[in-house]
């Protein structure tokens, strides 16, 4: 808007030349020249009020749109609290993504979702259908050591499989929500070697949830995870 109004005005002002210069070579009445330069003047005074209240406009739009993602932000902390708070669940946040360790666990050797897991994952859908809609979700399954690699490669699927379709029928698109197994891998247990019906081999039977934000244009202000 302002170049705009910055090239009326030159284009004005040389007009307004060359009319005193016709009016000083005697083909141009001084009235009528005094009459143009009137009406520029005018047309120039209007040009510069619609370009601020243009201008004016746009940042009360910007305003607007900050506070409302300064807003979000608030309301994605608190979501992210209250999961901590009432569930103890860990969030670590990488590049583009939000790592959720959530307590979710599975009896031995079983791939069938725990009603009592039931209202954690319900607060996490909530999370990514309110802040992340076009965020790909990852549910990655572990075992505990028991067992041969490859069956507990299927059992970290099936463990995953079984989430990924509850949070589907909490709302979360299910193309956009991805299974992997990692199964025993040793890197990835909470209690190294913990294994069996008793004990902490149950904590190593879970499943972690990732958020993949990178791009998503709807939550870009960075969260708070600490």
Not at 210 to 226: A, C, F, K, Q
């Amino acid at each position: 808007m302002g170049a705009n109004v910055g090239w009326g005005r030159l284009a004005r002002g040389g007009l307004v030349l060359g009319l005193v210069a016709l009016a000083g070579c005697g083909y141009a009445k001084r009235k009528d020249v005094d009459a143009q330069v009137a009406q520029l003047r005018t047309d120039m005074q209007g040009e510069i009020q619609a370009g601020d209240q243009a201008l004016d406009g746009r940042v009360t739009g910007l305003d607007g749109r900050v506070n409302g993602l300064e807003s979000r932000a608030a309301a994605l902390e608190q979501e992210l609290r209250s999961m901590r708070a009432e569930f103890n669940a860990s969030i670590e946040e990488l590049k583009g993504m939000l790592a959720f360790n959530v307590p979710v666990n599975f009896e031995f050797d079983s791939d069938q979702l725990r009603p009592t897991d039931h209202t954690v994952l319900q607060k996490f859908a909530s999370v990514v259908k309110g802040y992340y809609p076009n965020a790909v979700v990852t549910v990655e399954g572990f075992t505990d050591p028991a067992g041969s690699r490859a069956y507990n490669l299927d059992l970290g699927r099936r463990r995953a499989e079984s989430v990924k379709a509850f949070l589907v029928t909490e709302g979360l698109n299910g193309d956009v929500v991805k299974v992997v197994s990692y199964g025993e891998a040793t890197d990835r247990q909470v209690v190294a070697g913990a294994q069996g019906p008793g004990g902490d081999g149950q904590q190593n039977r879970r499943v972690s949830l990732v958020i993949d934000y990178s791009g998503s244009p709807l939550m870009v202000t960075r969260p708070i995870t600490d």
